[in-house]
């Protein structure tokens, strides 16, 4: 009998709302922001199972150095490749990239989820269960097929009336269901959804617990509850990586 190793990406927002706090708000100076919460709680939770699994880690979208303005295309580009890939004790490793990196730009879930599926499905061993884990704070975007009005805007409606680029806060529903159904439908690929929901919109709130079904490992089934791993307090990020 021989212990089935198993190796988990992490496929990580690095959207501009990743800068704010919990609440959606601004962060004061000193005042922890999501970003930097999920550094932390990513590396007490990976610290503890490392010595037990493979991590990696894909960040979306591209890296953008500080002070510098991006078009609504740029930011919602992905940078090739995988930036950390799977390995055992990585966990120095994609916390380095949260020390490097600043949150900026949108939320192109759906190619990164793609990259993040690619990659695995290419560098798949025998004996090796794979796993993705996306941690985001909000639905995905970056949807320049949609047209407003008539798709569902991410942040407020007049995000999406701007004329020269608005459409890429439409929400990439189709293309991120599709991405999600191929990964794990077809390909066996398990995705845990780890959101930040805004309680002052439950239609995003759903449409992540469709994605936490669709990747085939939402929570269990509570009356009342998210499907998705929902983190509202900082302790409770911590606790879904665990988990």
Request: contains cysteine; negative net charge.
């Amino acid at each position: 009998i021989v212990r089935q190793s198993a190796e988990a990406l992490f496929v990580i927002d690095r959207s501009r709302s990743m800068h704010w706090t919990l609440e959606g708000d601004e962060p004061f100076p000193g005042e922890s922001n999501r970003w930097n919460m999920l550094r932390e709680a990513m590396g007490e939770a990976l610290g503890r199972v490392e010595h037990l699994i493979e991590v990696g880690a894909k960040f979306f979208p591209l890296r953008v150095p500080p002070g510098t303005a991006v078009t609504n295309e740029e930011a919602c580009t992905n940078d090739p490749g995988i930036e950390v890939p799977t390995a055992p004790y990585n966990t120095e490793a994609i916390l380095s990239v949260f020390l490097e990196t600043i949150p900026e730009g949108g939320t192109p879930t759906a190619p990164a989820l793609d990259m993040a599926r690619e990659h695995l499905v290419r560098t798949r061993r025998p004996g090796f269960a794979q796993y993705i884990v996306l941690a985001t704070d909000g639905g995905p975007n970056c949807n320049a097929s949609a047209g407003y009005p008539g798709c569902v805007c991410t942040g407020a409606p007049s995000f999406c009336e701007e004329p020269t680029g608005g459409f890429y806060n439409c929400l990439d529903d189709l293309r991120t269901i599709t991405v999600l159904e191929e990964t794990y439908s077809t390909h066996g690929i398990p995705v845990y959804v780890v959101g930040i929901e805004n309680p002052e919109r439950p239609d995003l709130g759903d449409f992540l617990d469709e994605m936490a079904i669709v990747g085939g490992r939402p929570r269990p089934f509570e009356p009342g509850q998210r499907r998705f791993y929902n983190v509202r307090e900082d302790g409770e990020l911590e606790d879904a990586l665990q988990t």
